[in-house]
């Protein structure tokens, strides 16, 4: 190769070299380039999606302009527009997810304390309305378990009647007198605790019976004419004076089973009825030994007897105030007894007074 052609290539490469660089900067500008106008067309939605349309748009129209400090200020006052949206909105949902549950929670507690109470309002946050349709349909099984396991109970205390009678016609055939008044004995007893399994099933059954309007002043009048009828003198003090809301059947038979304790207890039975603000009372007292303190919550579990002055040969199973306190409950009401300064019991029925 010639000198001449040797010069002429060594002055023609630096300008390929610097054209070659160029082209090379251009093909990695271009990513940067690209980057940008994303950046720009994300930050022009966010402006326009908080801040409306009337954003400057000279501010954010040339893709080609740079990221100035104005820019900036823009995507980050939308940024944090946004974050507080956002926050409201959690803080507005999360308000109302405890709203539901502290509702949840107080239905439970008010009404919870019998089979019987309302079903649970199905409404609020999808959440809300999802635990308390779960409650209700566990509610609704668990009651009928209940029925059928009364209804097994009650059939079996039943069936128990007729093998009784066969042996009460046999022992009447015993020669030995004190051998057949025994058995006669026993049997009684038998009997007694049949009769009072059946009536347990039968009262338990009305947990579940519902709320309705009712006279309690009709029902204390008629309870109180059939005990006159069968030579049993009780007397009314007080009265309601307006219908309430609660289940008569349960009313009837709580008031049937304190009453017919107090008789066979005590004497000089009275009802007194009061209504106050919130609150209907009917207590039941006599002037019988009453309780020894000691026994006095223990006597409303089942088949728990307790009493004092001679009153523990009485007859009686045991369920009469176990009943009458589940039953009172499931009106969403309660029983307690207490004994009377003057010497008797008092068993003191407190209704929630829901006027009709």
Same mark, same amino acid.
């Given at each position: 190769?010639?000198?001449?052609?040797?010069?002429?290539? @060594?002055?023609?490469?630096?300008?390929?070299?610097?054209?070659?660089?160029?082209?090379?900067?251009?093909?990695?500008?271009?990513?940067?380039? *690209? @980057?940008?106008?994303?950046?720009?067309?994300?930050?022009?939605?966010?402006?326009?999606?908080?801040?409306?349309? +009337?954003?400057?748009?000279?501010?954010?129209?040339?893709?080609?302009?740079?990221?100035?400090?104005?820019?900036?200020?823009?995507?980050?006052?939308?940024?944090?527009?946004?974050?507080?949206?956002?926050?409201?909105?959690?803080?507005?949902?999360?308000?109302?997810?405890?709203?539901?549950?502290?509702?949840?929670?107080?239905?439970?507690?008010?009404?919870?304390?019998?089979?019987?109470?309302?079903?649970?309002?199905?409404?609020?946050?999808?959440?809300?309305?999802?635990?308390?349709?779960?409650? +209700?349909?566990?509610?609704?099984?668990?009651?009928?378990?209940?029925?059928?396991?009364?209804?097994?109970?009650?059939?079996?205390?039943?069936?128990?009647?007729?093998?009784?009678?066969?042996?009460?016609?046999?022992?009447?055939?015993?020669?030995?007198?004190?051998?057949?008044?025994?058995?006669?004995?026993?049997?009684?007893?038998?009997?007694?605790?049949?009769?009072?399994?059946?009536?347990?099933?039968?009262?338990?059954? @009305?947990?579940?019976?519902?709320?309705?309007?009712?006279?309690?002043?009709?029902?204390?009048?008629?309870?109180?004419r059939d005990y006159r009828e069968a030579g049993r003198a009780i007397v009314l003090d007080g009265r309601i004076g307006q219908p309430?809301?609660?289940?008569?059947?349960?009313?009837?038979?709580?008031?049937?089973?304190?009453?017919?304790?107090?008789?066979?207890?005590? *004497?000089?039975?009275?009802?007194?009825?009061?209504?106050? @603000?919130?609150?209907?009372?009917?207590?039941?007292?006599?002037?019988?030994?009453?309780?020894?303190?000691a026994q006095m919550e223990a006597v409303f579990a089942p088949w728990v007897r307790a009493g004092q002055g001679g009153s523990e040969?009485?007859?009686?199973?045991?369920?009469?105030?176990?009943?009458?306190?589940r039953l009172a409950r499931s009106m969403q009401g309660d029983l307690q007894l207490q004994n009377r300064r003057c010497g008797g019991?008092?068993?003191?029925?407190?209704?929630?007074?829901?006027?009709?």
């Open positions: 190769m010639t000198k001449k052609s040797r010069a002429s290539i @060594s002055s023609f490469h630096p300008a390929c070299a610097s054209d070659a660089r160029a082209g090379a900067v251009s093909k990695t500008a271009q990513p940067a380039r *690209r @980057s940008q106008g994303l950046a720009l067309v994300a930050a022009r939605a966010i402006a326009v999606a908080t801040l409306g349309q +009337n954003v400057h748009a000279a501010t954010l129209s040339p893709l080609s302009c740079p990221l100035d400090d104005s820019l900036r200020w823009i995507v980050c006052v939308s940024v944090l527009v946004g974050l507080m949206l956002l926050a409201v909105f959690l803080w507005l949902e999360a308000m109302d997810h405890r709203a539901g549950a502290a509702r949840l929670a107080r239905a439970m507690e008010h009404r919870g304390n019998g089979a019987g109470m309302p079903e649970l309002v199905e409404s609020g946050p999808r959440a809300i309305v999802r635990l308390a349709r779960a409650i +209700n349909n566990l509610r609704r099984r668990q009651a009928e378990r209940d029925v059928a396991h009364l209804d097994v109970q009650a059939a079996y205390a039943h069936d128990l009647r007729t093998p009784l009678t066969r042996m009460g016609l046999r022992c009447e055939m015993l020669e030995d007198h004190a051998l057949r008044e025994a058995m006669e004995r026993d049997l009684a007893q038998m009997r007694e605790l049949v009769e009072a399994s059946v009536a347990s099933a039968r009262m338990q059954r @009305s947990v579940a019976e519902p709320l309705q309007r009712v006279d309690a002043d009709g029902l204390l009048g008629n309870m109180m309430v809301m609660a289940c008569p059947l349960a009313l009837r038979r709580v008031l049937a089973n304190l009453i017919d304790n107090a008789l066979r207890y005590g *004497r000089d039975v009275r009802v007194c009825a009061r209504v106050d @603000s919130t609150s209907l009372v009917l207590a039941v007292v006599d002037s019988g030994p009453g309780i020894r303190p040969g009485k007859a009686g199973s045991g369920l009469g105030l176990a009943i009458a306190r019991l008092e068993a003191r029925l407190t209704l929630p007074l829901v006027v009709a």
